[in-house]
């Protein structure tokens, strides 16, 4: 069965503070690995698609990189407004490739 | 352009009730999925749907659970006899084809309550 676990489950940092969250995988053919956002009370917001290992993606203070077992999404500086529950989920191929398997998440919180 | 609409956004139903909750997909996106939010639990898939056809509905309770997206109108998620495990936030997305890019647009949820 295909398995997605991410840590920390929950991470507090100060404004400025960059750190890693970690997202490793045990499923049979991989065909994406995907990020999202989630704020309280709302649905996930997509962010990254990683498709290969060594393959990296930015936006503003987040990148996401993609090994053979695990992704990080890294945050340089973070805001207060990068405060949420940040999801990851994996793809697999064949007949059944359109549907995502989620991690339960981490709870970031930025303090000001 | 609006968003992925679900509503209602919060319901309490007694045991025993029915509940249905009802999802309209962004303008242009014919693929619909629901997926399960149960607490301290990620999000688990529970159906596909295109218009007028389930795809996969192989994350569903045999019992109890039905789905459809007729031609006209949203897609509804049906929930008989509940039962107070099937409190969660019930999550629909939608895409404009079979996501092979993982890039799905949620709605914000409806959170279904069993007293």
């Known amino acids: 069965e295909d398995q997605v676990t991410q840590s920390p489950e929950a991470l507090r940092l100060q404004e400025g503070e960059s750190s890693s969250l970690n997202c490793s995988y045990t499923v049979s053919g991989l065909r994406g690995l995907f990020w999202y956002r989630q704020d309280p009370g709302k649905g996930p917001e997509f962010l990254f698609t990683?498709?290969?290992a060594g393959e990296e993606k930015e936006k503003e203070r987040l990148k996401a990189t993609l090994t053979k077992k695990e992704s990080f999404l890294h945050i340089t500086a973070p805001k207060p407004e990068d405060s949420a529950t940040y999801l990851c989920?994996?793809?697999?191929?064949?007949?059944?490739?359109?549907?995502?398997?989620f991690g339960k998440g981490t709870l970031l919180t930025v303090n000001p | 352009n609006a968003g992925v609409m679900q509503n209602p956004r919060h319901l309490v139903r007694r045991r025993g009730q029915e509940a249905r909750l009802r999802c309209s997909p962004m303008k242009g996106h014919s693929h619909v999925y629901w997926y399960r939010q149960l607490p301290e639990e990620g999000l688990k898939f529970m159906v596909y749907l295109q218009k007028e056809n389930i795809i996969d509905e192989s994350g569903m309770p045999k019992e109890r659970f039905s789905a459809e997206f007729p031609k006209e109108g949203p897609s509804i998620l049906r929930i008989q006899q509940v039962v107070r495990g099937d409190s969660a936030a019930y999550f629909c997305a939608s895409s404009r084809t079979s996501t092979n890019t993982g890039e799905l647009f949620f709605g914000e949820g409806s959170r279904l309550t069993v007293l």
């Open positions: 989920a994996v793809q697999v191929g064949g007949g059944s490739n359109y549907k995502l398997t």
């Open positions: 990683l498709y290969s």
